[in-house]
């Protein structure tokens, strides 16, 4: 990106108090400019990380001979891609483990490791029964794990992906299981955990097969529970369709006051909120992290980069692990957006329409520079951190200058100019996600109360962008990749 090619159209913006605002950029800590080199771990499907007190994020996930439950840990999140391997547990040559292992999750409970996971006997591939196992060392990569021990659900029938999280003080399990009460390949459980090994008390049905994208391929599947507690509520991302390109991620909701075993207590979303685009198919289960500063919310999952897997969808090796930023929209719900594709390391803004960037136009780090669009190039004038900073804003700021998109002199009119500031926490510079749906994003400014917008529905290098009431149309649809 040559500056001798991008020349720079400007308007007169009027700048006050520059040195003050300078100043103030310097309280407004940054989160993480989130660069991931997908895929991060080829061949691993079903990801569980945990990020632990000791500073190590901890990996486990199905292998390809489904003979293994697996861990790994390293310091950072893409350290896990080169990070060594060590076996928690070995499918015996015969009996009730001898099968398949699938889906292992892994959790630091009472001062101890633990881990849950399903096989099946070598004759019955889809005999899947819940198991655990414990290690009672710091790093569990250096000794023993215990004896496989089955976990109990109340009932016998096909019962796979375990996972548990806390609320309130409360440790609750999750999991799918056939019921016998329908044709399904699988409902949705919780119950609340007796100590880290087993359940006790009214085990409830959250969610089963109910839309056509949730049947697509099978006979329906709701799967790969994955919990995460946040903005006063408790979600549940889950999994449907068949495990090909199918393959799409769902939501659950619910509050986090209220009787999570009440089957009215959680609403399902209508909608899948992550399927396949940009070269990434079949998204799916996966877990929830923060990334190395502790504070930014990272998607893990795992998908494939082709269509069609061979020989067939659970025997093909290709599912690989996959992650990048999560997002909250306006009402504070995650917004998962479009799986970023796999040549893009540092995600920009895209538009739907102009299929440009959001760029720092011409490099140009004087306060008040407009920002405009360009071709997407991953350099640093087009890389943006999303920092979170309640439950429904974020700071966005650029790499290249430290300054932050800006309703400059918080204008309410439509048009107004939209450039890079010193950042200060005001209202101007404060962005709201609207989902509009497939993935796609508005961006709401507070302080003007209108959205970053394509204007004048130009798609050329340069073209200026402003703040024009929102509308949802092209011109005001984003993605980040």
Not at 204 to 217: D, L, M
Not at 322 to 347: E, K
Request: charged share 15%; net charge neutral.
């Amino acid at each position: 990106m040559a500056w001798s090619t991008r020349i720079r159209l400007r308007t007169a913006v009027v700048l006050t108090a520059v040195a003050g605002l300078l100043a103030a950029s310097a309280q407004a800590a940054p989160a993480q400019f989130v660069t991931v080199s997908n895929p991060v771990i080829s061949q691993r499907a079903d990801t569980a990380i945990y990020k632990h007190t000791d500073g190590y994020y901890y990996m486990t996930a199905s292998v390809p001979d489904y003979k293994r439950v697996e861990l790994r840990r390293a310091t950072t999140l893409q350290g896990l891609r080169s990070a060594a391997t060590a076996n928690a547990f070995v499918a015996p040559s015969s009996g009730a483990l001898s099968g398949w292992i699938w889906a292992p999750d892994i959790r630091f409970y009472d001062g101890a490791w633990y881990m849950y996971f399903s096989a099946s006997p070598g004759t019955a591939r889809f005999d899947q029964r819940l198991y655990w196992i414990r290690n009672t060392c710091a790093n569990p990569m250096s000794c023993a794990w215990s004896a496989p021990q089955r976990f109990t659900t109340g009932w016998e029938s096909f019962q796979l992906d375990p996972a548990s999280f806390v609320n309130r003080g409360v440790r609750y399990f999750v999991w799918a299981q056939d019921s016998p009460d329908t044709n399904f390949n699988s409902h949705m459980y919780i119950a609340r955990m007796n100590g880290a090994t087993g359940i006790t008390g009214t085990v409830t049905e959250i969610a089963r097969p109910t839309f056509n994208w949730e049947k697509e391929g099978v006979a329906g599947v709701v799967e790969g529970p994955s919990p995460l507690v946040k903005n006063g509520r408790v979600y549940i991302a889950y999994s449907a369709s068949a495990t090909d390109s199918r393959y799409k991620l769902g939501l659950l909701s619910s509050w986090d006051n209220v009787d999570l075993l009440n089957p009215a207590s959680w609403y399902k979303h209508p909608n899948p909120v992550f399927q396949t685009a940009n070269g990434v198919y079949g998204p799916g289960h996966g877990s929830f992290t923060v990334a190395e500063d502790n504070t930014t919310d990272m998607l893990v999952y795992h998908a494939r980069d082709y269509a069609t897997p061979t020989p067939d969808a659970l025997t093909d090796p290709n599912r690989h692990t996959r992650m990048q930023q999560l997002y909250f929209r306006d009402n504070g719900d995650p917004f998962f957006g479009q799986p970023i594709p796999s040549t893009v390391t540092a995600p920009g803004i895209r538009g739907q329409y102009s299929n440009r960037c959001v760029d720092n136009y011409n490099f140009d780090t004087t306060p008040g520079a407009l920002v405009r669009l360009y071709d997407c190039s991953g350099n640093a004038a087009q890389e943006w951190e999303f920092n979170y900073k309640g439950v429904s804003w974020y700071e966005i700021r650029n790499r290249n200058t430290g300054t932050c998109l800006d309703d400059l002199n918080s204008s309410t009119a439509s048009n107004a100019d939209v450039g890079l500031y010193a950042c200060n926490g005001s209202t101007a510079q404060r962005w709201e996600i609207q989902d509009r749906g497939s993935g796609w994003f508005s961006l709401r400014n507070v302080a003007g109360n209108m959205c970053l917008d394509d204007y004048n529905w130009n798609a050329a290098n340069g073209a200026r962008l402003s703040l024009y009431p929102c509308n949802g149309l092209g011109a005001q649809l984003w993605r980040r990749g």
